[in-house]
C-alpha cells in the first residue's frame, strides 16, 4: 500500500514565522501535490512538483513555496505564517503518467491541522 | 475557467437509507474522473471512471459516468454508520496530472 507520512498531525506557530511542512511518500512516485482544504471551499491546490527539483505553482501559491531535493520528500514552507493560512494542510503523490496510458489516483497524508496565531 | 460541482453539499440520513451523489463537470479536454472518500483523516481512493455508462461497483457503492451530460453519480445503498464522510469529486484533464476537485459533500448517516 501507498503511505504518504506528513509529519505533524496538529502545529500551532505564530504570526511572521517561518514554517515547515514536511511530507514523505514510499512508492517512488514523481507527482508530488501540496493542498490546503477549508470549509466550504474544498482543496484547493498550492504547488505540485514533477521530478526531484522542479516545481510548479497551483491555484493559491502566494505566501508559500516548496522544496523538492528528493524525490520521496516535499517541503511546504510558509516564509511568514499569517492567520489567514490557518488551515488544514494535505499532501498527496502519484506516479506519473506514461504514455498514452491514463492518470493515476492521488494518494493523500492524513494532513497537518495549521493554526497561525 | 474549470470547475467541478457536487450536489448536495451536505446531507443527513437514517441507517438503512439509499443516497446518490452528484458530480457535475465542465472542464477541457475531460480524461477521467475520480471519487474519494474522506473521514477525519486522509481522503481515500474510491473509483476513477473513464468511459460513459460503465458501472463501477464496490459492495454497497457503485459510481457511473454520462460523459454526454457531463455528470458522475455514487450511489451508496443500505447506508451505515462508517459512510459518514466527506465524498470528494475530482477529474483529470488530459496532458495534466492535476486534479480538479469539487467542494465536498458531507453526509452524515444517523443510527
Known amino acids: 500500500d501507498v503511505k504518504v507520512t506528513q509529519s505533524s498531525r496538529y502545529l500551532v506557530k505564530r504570526t511572521g514565522e517561518k514554517v515547515f511542512l514536511e511530507c514523505v511518500q514510499d512508492?517512488?512516485?514523481?507527482?508530488m501535490f501540496w493542498y490546503r482544504q477549508d470549509p466550504g471551499l474544498g482543496l484547493r491546490l498550492i504547488y505540485f512538483?514533477?521530478?526531484?527539483?522542479?516545481?510548479e505553482k497551483g491555484d493559491i501559491p502566494e505566501g508559500y513555496s516548496v522544496s523538492r531535493e528528493k524525490k520521496e520528500r516535499f517541503s511546504l514552507i510558509l516564509e511568514s505564517a499569517s492567520t489567514n493560512q490557518t488551515s488544514m494542510y494535505l499532501c498527496?503523490?502519484?506516479?506519473?503518467?506514461?504514455?498514452?496510458?491514463?492518470?493515476?489516483?492521488?494518494?493523500f497524508g492524513d494532513g497537518t491541522r495549521l493554526s497561525i496565531l | 475557467e474549470d470547475k467541478v460541482v457536487q450536489s448536495p453539499l451536505s446531507l443527513v440520513v437514517h441507517e438503512g437509507d439509499t443516497v446518490t451523489l452528484n458530480c457535475s463537470y465542465e472542464?477541457?479536454?475531460?480524461?477521467?474522473l475520480l471519487w474519494y472518500k474522506q473521514e477525519k483523516k486522509a481522503p481515500t481512493f474510491l473509483f476513477m471512471l473513464?468511459?460513459?455508462?460503465i458501472e463501477k461497483k464496490s459492495g454497497r457503492l457503485s459510481s457511473i459516468l454520462d460523459k454526454k451530460e457531463l455528470f458522475s453519480i455514487l450511489n451508496i445503498t443500505a447506508t451505515q454508520t462508517g459512510d459518514s464522510a466527506v465524498y470528494l469529486c475530482?477529474?483529470?484533464?488530459?496532458?495534466?496530472?492535476?486534479?480538479?476537485f469539487g467542494k465536498g459533500m458531507k453526509l452524515t448517516v444517523n443510527p
Open positions: 473513464t468511459s460513459s455508462g
Open positions: 472542464v477541457t479536454n475531460f480524461r477521467s
Open positions: 512538483s514533477y521530478d526531484v527539483k522542479m516545481k
Open positions: 512508492m517512488d512516485h514523481e507527482n
Open positions: 498527496a503523490s502519484s506516479p506519473r503518467r506514461q504514455g498514452l496510458g491514463g492518470n493515476q489516483p492521488q494518494h
Open positions: 475530482a477529474v483529470f484533464q488530459g496532458g495534466s496530472e492535476k486534479l480538479v
